[in-house]
């Protein structure tokens, strides 16, 4: 089994079509950065997204924004 692509906006690691943005499997995007069809959402869209994420795991909201913006700044679309 071949190493499941990872999402170049949020490093989710997307094992099948399901989870690549708009259902396309060559979407470098997965579906939590992306529109229904595909489109990659804006910094602020999917950067509010993951820090609600890591929210719901439990760091406060000053610690999500840190580690968020610490992690997007290394994906490649962010760069």
């Not at 692509?5 to 099948?16: H, L, Q, T």
């Not at 950065?33 to 719901?56: I, N, Q």
Request: charged share 30%; net charge positive; aromatic share 8%.
């Amino acid at each position: 089994m071949s190493e499941p692509k990872i999402c170049e906006s949020c490093g989710m690691p997307m094992e099948d079509a399901s989870q690549h943005g708009g259902g396309n499997i060559k979407n470098p995007y997965c579906v939590y950065c992306t529109t229904p069809d595909g489109k990659l959402k804006s910094r602020r869209e999917v950067r509010e997204g993951m820090v609600a994420f890591y929210m719901s795991q439990g760091k406060t909201r000053k610690e999500a924004e840190k580690f968020v913006d610490e992690h997007m700044a290394k994906m490649p679309v962010w760069k």
